[in-house]
């Protein structure tokens, strides 16, 4: 009894305490509920733009932000409407898992993260009659339900980070997220800095020892092995 009293005493503040994320997380523009701080951007783009734009705070693998539960769309439904519009429509992280098999399968469809990998997205709050015939989704306040839409649609966005996802910044995440301008586009996933120049063209031979953006590191071509790869790769090219 005596221990279990010293247990909870001790305890119960560190449950307390402010992280690092919730405490920066702060503005009009975003909202810091369950473990997860989200942050809307009132800039209108297409849907790969705004998967890679999620940078607000580096060592936190930001991504698009996931509706998981009704806490969640009450929170962002909040932020939306004090922040924006009701009536805009906002990305998700939602896509559809398998381009071959239905749109219309609730299954088909997950919470992406940045680096490809995704959780079931079945708990989805589709307006009724969806989905339907796009891969990507938005939410909209006003109807308070989710839509599909088409990658290059351009709409608002809120990212999410995550406490789950934290890891220690590196060098090489810090000159990633740098290195972004508005002609050069740039993506950092489990350890890797991808580089997109997408005004820049040039033979194979030339790309190969072009990769070298970054001093103090050895680029190279991209090597696209997983399914994960390939979706990265996808947002870049699109
Ligand atoms: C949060 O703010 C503190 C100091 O205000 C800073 O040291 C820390 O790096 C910030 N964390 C993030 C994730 O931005
Ligand atoms: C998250 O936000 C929702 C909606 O405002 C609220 O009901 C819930 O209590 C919040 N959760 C936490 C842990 O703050
Ligand atoms: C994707 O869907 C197609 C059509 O339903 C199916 O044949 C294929 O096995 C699915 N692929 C995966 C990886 O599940
Ligand atoms: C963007 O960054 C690249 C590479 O560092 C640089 O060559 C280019 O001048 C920059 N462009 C703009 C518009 O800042
Ligand atoms: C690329 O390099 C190979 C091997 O050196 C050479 O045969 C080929 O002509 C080069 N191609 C171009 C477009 O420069």
Redesign the pocket.
Known sequence: MLLSLVILLFTFPTANAVTDLQANCTGTDRRYNGTSCYVMVKTAIRHSAAKLSCNHYLGYSGHLYHIRNAAVQAVTKQLISTYSLATDYIWTGSETINSSAALTDKNNWAHYYRDGTFVSGTNLPWATGYPSTNNRAFYRSTDDRIFPQAEASTSFYICEYEEALKQPVTDLEQKCVNLKNSSVLTSFVNDACYVLQPAVTK????SKVSCNALSGYNGHLAHIRTMEELWIAEAFRF
């Open positions: 033979n194979y031979n030339d």
